[in-house]
């Protein structure tokens, strides 16, 4: 038994979620989580994501607009910005959907030889909604100033 500043535990050992054969990840903590608690963690999650994909946008805008003044094409910088931005957003839309997948086949010590089939099979429709759903945006934007998008 342990004291800690009055209050008496038990023992010292895993959580009572453990067991023998597995081990917790962080989504057996995240389900665990009030409803109220875990649409705060996801907010904070989602918000951080976002932060994150803007900033490497930004840096595929800067290594586009460079790469291509390298060669000696001008390219007007509202074309990368689209192309990058789109990208990132649409990525952004399908982090709940890769959250869910990876709740279904988790990649864990013990069921990643299951799962990982059913990551690889995930990958052409994942690479299909990306581009499919990012290709909207750009192709719209470039009709609409009457400009070809050039293929990269």
């Known amino acids: 038994m342990i004291a800690i500043r009055g209050t008496c535990m038990a023992s010292v050992g ?56 390298r060669v000696g094409i001008h390219l007007p910088a509202w074309e990368p910005v689209i192309w990058e931005f789109s990208s990132v957003l649409c990525l952004w839309l399908l982090i709940p959907a890769v959250g869910w997948w990876l709740r279904q086949f988790p990649l864990i010590r013990p069921s990643w030889p299951r799962s990982l089939p059913a990551h690889l099979l995930a990958t052409l429709p994942f690479s299909l909604m990306h581009v499919g759903r990012h290709g909207g945006p750009a192709r719209s934007h470039v009709s609409a100033s009457r400009q070809p998008l050039p293929l990269r």
């Open 14 to 69: 895993p959580p009572p979620y453990h067991t023998d054969s597995t081990r917790s990840t962080a989504m057996d903590l995240y389900h665990q989580l009030k409803p109220a608690t875990a649409r705060k963690v996801f907010l904070r999650q989602m918000t951080l994501l976002a932060v994150l994909l803007a900033i490497v946008a930004t840096s595929n805008v800067f290594t586009a607009i460079t790469n291509s003044a």
